[in-house]
């Protein structure tokens, strides 16, 4: 096991699945806001308001109804309200990464904690202040800080009154919200990802019924646009704010396999990795759409809006790393008699020589190090994974601990994964384990689905004291981490 003497190890997390605190000191509405629980097989639901008083649940990824307002029912449960609550455990939690030996923390600020609405014309020093705080915690420690600027939390003001993404203006109030932040925390953050998977709108899009998926396209695709040039303004605006910024893209990297060796189904996988990766990786790596791009637009009927200019900031705004997330790999397949994946958000049909978790992802450490090897031959920038972890429901035992050896072997497997990847030539500079304390499920909404070397005491129902308590794999990342993975 070789990994280099400075590599970055560490965990991540995101500020809606952990900060709770969603409506106090300033802080704005987002859509997890409005999003109930949901579980394995049932996605989570949005709850609007009808003219009429009427309440109705819209499914992730549905249409909301014309006139329909966002609405929180007192009646109901929505997790990510409080969350872990680590914005006020954020100072225990970081002391529990760093006697992990945490060399960085993968974190978001949320957008709506510095700018309620997204357009305000001040920040909200509250927020400000509040991050500056867990920059400084991180600081004590020597915990290199990777922030992602936004994680599926644009402020439900845009999304709700401006048209969202869709509507070009948001540009330029991303682009303002960097440069707030990026200013206020120049000297404790020099690493930063612009948007989180950013390429998942286009995988999901194979989900949704044939008749939905052209205007679901066609909506994807320009929001899609307009996010890659607001991540190439703040990538060359990152370098003006100070030059020892390093930014990131981050792709959701699910590996995708032909079932079979038939033609069909070989170029049906290769087109899943044009479209599911190549497109967005591409655009921010390379500064440009790629050869396919207009294949690909003709493939849904999709008529994109670009300005003159618009080429030339992409150009300008290309990336220093490359990060993704790695948690499964797929199958895809013509014949439409293949048994599927199952499982929330599991894609195409099932590996036979694969297991599966509890949550129908398939457990695949050589899909870890295929993708490195394409994606770095592919582009030849560092590489980071920042996210990877597996998803299980765990035991506090009465004496509060927790043995989790499935997760040990899960994590074990993929460590080795990626020392092959570094000894077959990938430049690999990092890795920050998903959950790396248990958080609220993005798919489903649940405690139960824990990532975590933490334990936080809490269920699918808010129960709970929120009290933290370490797993056998705390102690086992310690370890790793302390011998830079030469002794797992």
């Not at 930063?192 to 999901?204: C, G, P, Q, V």
């Not at 975590?452 to 705390?474: A, H, M, P, W």
């Amino acid at each position: 096991m070789k990994f280099p003497k400075d590599f970055f190890w560490g965990g991540a997390t995101a500020a809606n699945q952990v900060e709770g605190a969603w409506n106090i000191e300033g802080k704005g509405m987002i859509e997890t806001d409005i999003s109930a629980s949901g579980g394995v097989n049932k996605h989570r639901v949005l709850t609007y308001q009808l003219p009429t008083g009427e309440i109705v649940e819209v499914p992730m990824f549905g249409r909301v109804p014309e006139g329909a307002n966002p609405y929180v029912d007192p009646t109901r449960y929505y997790p990510n309200h409080e969350a872990i609550d680590f914005y006020h455990h954020y100072k225990e939690d970081i002391a529990l990464f760093a006697e992990m030996g945490f060399k960085m923390y993968r974190m978001s600020i949320s957008w709506s904690r510095i700018f309620p609405k997204g357009i305000e014309n001040e920040p909200n020093q509250a927020g400000l202040e509040f991050y500056r705080n867990v920059f400084l915690e991180l600081k004590k420690y020597k915990i290199e800080p990777l922030v992602t600027l936004w994680h599926f939390d644009t402020p439900l003001y845009l999304e709700t009154e401006t048209g969202g993404w869709m509507n070009r203006s948001t540009i330029d109030h991303f682009v303002r919200y960097a440069e707030i932040v990026m200013t206020e925390y120049k000297d404790l953050v020099n690493y930063w990802i612009t948007f989180n998977e950013i390429n998942n709108r286009l995988f999901f899009l194979e989900m949704l019924p044939e008749s939905q998926r052209q205007q679901a396209a066609q909506i994807s695709i320009q929001e899609l646009h307009h996010q890659f040039l607001a991540s190439a303004k703040v990538v060359k605006l990152a370098r003006q704010i100070n030059p020892q910024n390093k930014i990131a893209c981050m792709i959701n990297g699910v590996t995708p396999y032909p079932l079979t060796s038939r033609p069909s189904d070989v170029l049906m996988a290769q087109e899943a990795l044009k479209q599911g990766i190549y497109y967005c990786g591409d655009i921010q790596v390379r500064g440009k759409y790629p050869s396919f791009a207009k294949r690909l637009w003709e493939k849904y009927g999709v008529e994109l809006e670009m300005e003159a200019d618009d080429a030339a900031v992409l150009l300008e705004g290309k990336v220093d790393i490359f990060s993704f997330s790695y948690y499964m790999s797929m199958c895809l397949t013509t014949d439409e008699e293949a048994q599927t994946g199952q499982g929330n958000f599991s894609f195409g049909a099932l590996n036979p020589y694969l297991d599966y978790s509890d949550w129908g992802w398939g457990i695949d450490p050589t899909g870890l190090r295929y993708i490195l090897n394409e994606l770095y031959g592919r582009y030849e920038i560092p590489m980071m994974v920042v996210e990877n972890g597996l998803g299980q429901d765990d035991t506090l035992e009465a004496d509060g601990s927790v043995h989790d050896p499935y997760r040990i072997d899960y994590l074990k497997r993929h460590v080795e994964a990626m020392s092959e990847a570094i000894a077959d030539g990938v430049d690999l500079i990092a890795y920050t384990s998903w959950g790396c304390i248990d958080l609220i499920s993005a798919g489903t909404g649940q405690m139960s689905k824990r990532y975590g070397f933490i334990y936080v005491d809490l269920d699918d129902e808010g129960n709970g004291t929120r009290q933290r308590y370490r797993k056998d794999s705390f102690y086992w990342y310690q370890r790793l981490i302390a011998t830079n993975a030469e002794e797992m």
